[in-house]
């Protein structure tokens, strides 16, 4: 019984080896010699001639290489789509003869030939790799580089490798003038008269005091003036127990004002750079956990984004803006008191090449104001009438420029740049409290283009001269 179970576990296990057996006998890998690999540009055709005759030729991807035979040695090949596939050649007796591997790749010729059309002066390298294009080599500026690359794109959508530099000098230095002027005139013509007795007082306009009752005009002994009444004059007198004064105000004020910021600031091109000089000015903001202190900034701000586009010319994307605080103008919210703010802004776009300037705002305001006030009937009476009435005038002009001026620049060797701080020593406790100095002089660098430039130091007296 045993030696039979046996015999069924061998018989089982030849059952089962036998298909493998022999699917081995029956599939056999056929190796032919394999030839090397056949560049065939997009949309262009190849003929290829075999050393034996064949009977049969297949395309392993039809989409990538299309193949018709001329005669049984001559193959006709068409590139259709970048990529890689293979060719199988078979003999009459259906032995293998070869596999040839077909390379579709963009056609780089025609390709090549356009660059030089376009951008004759520009040094680029074209390479395929797999089925896209490489570009490399050295540009002069970021706009060539992106006309060479969509150029590429149209031969190869999707698969360009840009491996180009762009040469010269990619770091510019932005100078922003802002200068402003403002100019005003006030002026103020008026008159005013005030009567009072023992038991009756009246007076035109706001010029006297609040306190102008009987009483007080007999205790200071005529009628009083408000205080922080300026240009005016004041002329009085008595008939009898009668009290008469008369107040002639005369006032002309002039103001002028300067403002200039020059910030500077340096930047990569295509790369964003900001400068803030001026402070934050704390908001109460109310919100439903409570009030919570927000910051909004003040003071010279500059953002811009340079493109250095061609050699020297500068595409200059930039935002400038100059604001204040004006105390003049305030309001109140849940118990704080706030200040306005004055703001001058602009944001434009423009495009200029190295050491050149632009003035890229301006703004001239003139405001003007004038105002008449009078008592009724009285102050339209001639010559007497001017004691009843009251005139001002006010003017105000301002300017505001702002001017721009980008650079090409390169570093430089630190021992070449000097700090306002460089030359001030600090003064000694006998300097101070002796002599009262509160620098103990200067000193200027001995070696560096540093030292070149303090050699060129000012005598005598030197800055601005203000009339």
């Not at 262009?44 to 001639?49: F, I, K, M, P």
């Not at 390298?125 to 590429?152: C, H, K, P, Q, Y």
């Not at 340079?306 to 050699?311: A, F, K, M, Y």
């Amino acid at each position: 019984m045993l030696n039979m179970f046996k015999a069924a576990l061998v018989g089982c296990a030849l059952i089962g080896a036998a298909p493998h057996g022999a699917f081995a006998d029956k599939l056999r890998v056929m190796t032919g010699s394999p030839s090397g690999v056949l560049n065939v540009p997009m949309n262009r055709a190849v003929v290829v001639e075999s050393d034996e005759p064949f009977a049969e030729i297949s395309v392993a991807n039809a989409e990538i290489a299309d193949i018709s035979t001329l005669s049984d040695r001559t193959i006709y090949v068409l590139g259709r789509t970048p990529g890689l596939t293979t060719i199988t050649l078979l003999a009459p007796n259906g032995s293998l003869i070869t596999n040839v591997q077909v390379q579709v790749t963009p056609d780089v010729t025609e390709f090549k030939e356009r660059l030089r059309q376009i951008m004759p002066n520009e040094t680029i390298e074209v390479r395929t790799a797999n089925d896209g294009i490489v570009l490399s080599g050295v540009i002069s500026s970021v706009t060539m580089m992106e006309r060479a690359v969509e150029l590429a794109e149209r031969y190869a959508p999707g698969r360009v490798s840009n491996l180009l530099n762009i040469g010269g000098t990619q770091q510019v230095m932005l100078k922003v003038r802002f200068a402003e002027m403002t100019r005003s005139v006030s002026k103020n013509l008026s008159s005013s008269i005030g009567i009072a007795s023992t038991n009756v007082a009246g007076s035109s306009g706001t010029w006297l005091s609040a306190n102008n009752s009987a009483a007080a005009i007999a205790q200071n002994g005529g009628v009083t003036v408000s205080e922080g009444t300026l240009g005016a004059l004041n002329i009085g007198g008595s008939i009898g127990n009668t009290q008469l004064s008369v107040l002639l105000e005369a006032m002309e004020e002039k103001g002028l004002v300067r403002t200039l910021a020059e910030p500077n600031l340096t930047a990569l091109s295509g790369q964003q750079a900001k400068f803030l000089a001026g402070g934050e000015y704390p908001i109460p903001v109310s919100s439903e956990d409570g009030i919570y202190i927000d910051f909004k900034p003040f003071g010279v701000e500059l953002e811009f984004v340079p493109r250095v586009v061609n050699g020297d010319q500068i595409n200059l994307e930039m935002r400038a803006a100059v604001s204040g605080i004006d105390s003049t103008v305030n309001y109140s919210v849940d118990g704080f008191t706030l200040n306005s703010f004055k703001r001058r802004e602009t944001s434009t776009t423009v495009e200029l090449r190295d050491g050149q300037s632009f003035a890229i705002a301006g703004l001239l305001q003139d405001d003007f104001e004038d105002l008449v006030g009078q008592v009724p009937w009285l102050g339209d009476i001639p010559v007497l009438g001017a004691l009843f009435r009251s005139t001002d005038y006010s003017r105000r002009q301002s300017e505001l420029v702002i001017i721009v001026t980008p650079h090409l620049v390169t570093p430089t060797n630190g021992l070449a740049l000097a700090l306002p701080t460089d030359r001030v020593k600090i003064p000694t406790e006998s300097d101070l409290f002796l002599f009262g100095k509160t620098f103990g002089g200067t000193s200027a660098p001995q070696s560096g283009s540093a030292a070149e430039v303090a050699k060129q130091d000012f005598s005598g007296s030197y800055g601005y001269v203000m009339e």
